[in-house]
Structure formats: C-alpha cells, structure tokens
C-alpha cells in the first residue's frame, strides 16, 4: 500500500539522521576527573596521585588543577640565580592554615625541576631530597624553606619549583597496643598554588 511505503521510507531515513548524528546508539564520551584516586599518605590519608609536572623546557604532561586566586602562595626563590653551590631558599605566603579542622588535613608540599639540557642524567641534576612539607602554620604567615642542592651541586640551567596544596582525610595516630582508628574515607585533592624559578649560571 502506498502509504505503508511512505512511512517505511520516512522511518529509515530518520534512522540515519540519527546515527549520523551520533544520538542513535552511542553514548556521550566519559571525562577524567583531576584530583581523585585512592592512594595516599602520611596523616592525609587516600588521596590522589600525581604525575610529575612537566620540567623546565619540557612540555606535554599536566599536573594538578590551578587553585584559585585566594589560595595562590605567590613563592619566590632567593637568591634567583647562583652557582652549582649556592643555598637557594623560597619565601611563600601561606593562603591557608596548615594543620587538621576535624576530619580535614590541610598542608603545602614543595617541588622542584630540573632543567632538561644540557644534561642526559636529569637524576644528577635533581635535589638529593625533595623540600620539607608545610604542615604547620597560620594563615596569611611567611614562611621560608631551604632547597637541599643535589649531591655533585646543582647543575647549570633553569630549575623550576611548584607548590602543592593538598586538603585530604585527617588520620589519626594510632595508640600503642589498639587497633588503628579508622581513617575517614574521602577524596583528597591537590591544587598547583604558586611556581617560581631560579638559574644556576654555567661554569660556577
């Protein structure tokens, strides 16, 4: 019958409107979510990890979300350049109290970069420990923090230093001779707070 032809022809063709669209039998591609994993350490309990940023010079490998303007620490090395073994130290401004509200942990780890050339062992060019985590303080206080220099001095080039803050579960200690407290299970999340650089002039 003519119009049983009409509306087969009409519904085939809104099928492939619909596929070509991509509407018809897919489904919406899924998003990665910075800052949520279930690894973790120390009194912040599971919390994210993170890829190691991108050195100075580098390029293609992210790491954590920006934090908002209110949470930037603005850090600064001093001196900015110097010689394989000068003392370099970063000045920061803490944005947030570090510490533990409750069941949240709040504190700021330090980490720095090398420069990726000339050198083919970036291993020789890096810190012989990474920087003190910030783990006590006020808000709005300045804090100051050395840079361990690597064992054969620090090598010539540009090095680059980001500060973290990470917010995660408080876990408490446990108490000799009773099981461990449960520790809160929640995301923690790290947040880039501040970078800063310094050079290290060649032949020095």
Sequence with gaps: MPWVRAAACGLALLVALLGASGVAGSAAPARATAGLSSAGSGSSGPGIVVGPGPAVGGGGVSGPPKGAPAEQTHPAVVPRSGSAQTRFTVR??????????????????????????????????????????????????????????????????????????????YCRAPVAGAPPPPCP?????DLDVGEADFVVRPGS
Excluded at 123 to 135: D, L, N, T, V
């Design 92 to 169: 920061l401004t803490l944005a947030s109290a570090p510490g533990h509200v409750g069941v949240v942990a709040t504190d700021y780890r330090l980490q720095v970069f090398a420069p990726h050339a000339p050198h083919p062992s970036i291993g020789r060019c890096r810190p012989a420990r990474p920087p003190a985590s910030i783990e006590s303080g006020v808000k709005g206080q300045v804090v100051r923090v050395g840079l361990a220099a690597p064992a054969r001095g620090w090598c010539a080039g540009r090095y680059r230093l980001s500060v973290f803050l990470q917010r995660g579960p």
């Design 185 to 189: 299970e929640f995301a923690s999340q």
